[in-house]
């Protein structure tokens, strides 16, 4: 299975401040087709997870600009430019190349 | 607007069965691909099970192959999951998913417990 290994696990950010979080896999993502199917999602305390980025760097509808993705092969970064309060949660990247389809363990963020 | 409700979940002793639904509606069902992930208590994320839109290929993570098996019913915009020999690790919020995680239900609660 491919491992995606997250860094870091625990994010405190303070307000307005941009945030970056790394997501590595344990093989290539890109699949057959060209396209690296790299998703990032967020978990907000209490709620169902919500996708954010699908497909490496589309955001998916209704998402704030602020988030954005990025990345190649086998290591991925999902970036906030300006973090806000209705940001805190656990995020998660997720890989479909590969069956079985696999996430990450989970980057925690909190307000400083 | 999306909406996927689960249900059938509960509490069921290790080597039961529970069969979990999800009713689907807001948008076209039969070229969906669904899944099933799930959440094990204060955990992340684990793709369970997955479904083509013509229930032609169904996908399994070793864990649970050989217990569990997916399927759906296009005439009636549902998904279904029926899990035999449960064990006490099968314990989580079971989301029903559409396309990939582009929408999630609400979860459904399953406990393995004697």
């Known amino acids: 299975d491919v491992v995606m290994t997250q860094s870091p696990l625990s994010l405190p950010v303070t307000l307005g401040q941009p945030a970056s979080i790394s997501c590595r896999s344990s093989?290539?993502?890109?699949?057959?087709?060209?396209?690296?199917?790299l998703s990032w999602f967020q978990q907000r305390p209490g709620q169902s997870p919500r996708r954010l980025i699908y497909?490496?760097?589309n955001r998916d509808s209704g998402v704030p600009d602020r988030f954005s993705g990025s990345g190649s092969g086998t290591d991925f970064t999902l970036k906030i430019s300006r973090v806000e309060a209705e940001d805190v949660g656990v995020y998660y990247c997720?890989?479909?190349?590969?069956?079985?389809?696999?996430f990450g363990q989970g980057t925690k963020l909190e307000i400083k | 607007e999306v909406q996927l409700v689960e249900s059938g979940g509960g509490l069921v002793q290790p080597g039961g069965s529970l069969r979990l639904s999800c009713a689907a509606s807001?948008?076209?069902?039969?070229?969906?691909?669904m899944s099933w992930i799930r959440q094990a208590p204060g955990k992340g994320l684990e793709w369970v099970a997955n479904?083509?839109?013509?229930?032609?290929?169904?996908s399994y993570v070793d864990s649970v192959k050989g217990r569990f098996t997916i399927s759906r019913d296009n005439a009636k915009d549902s998904l279904f999951l029926q899990m035999n020999s449960l064990r006490g690790e099968d314990t989580a919020v079971y989301y029903c998913?559409?396309?990939?995680?582009?929408?999630w239900g609400q979860g459904t609660l399953v406990t393995v417990s004697s």
């Open positions: 998913v559409r396309d990939a995680g582009l929408n």
């Open positions: 807001g948008f076209t069902f039969s070229p969906s691909w």
């Open positions: 997720m890989q479909h190349t590969h069956w079985p389809h696999t």
């Open positions: 497909t490496l760097s």
């Open positions: 093989q290539s993502l890109v699949y057959s087709d060209g396209n690296t199917y």
């Open positions: 479904m083509t839109p013509d229930g032609s290929e169904k």
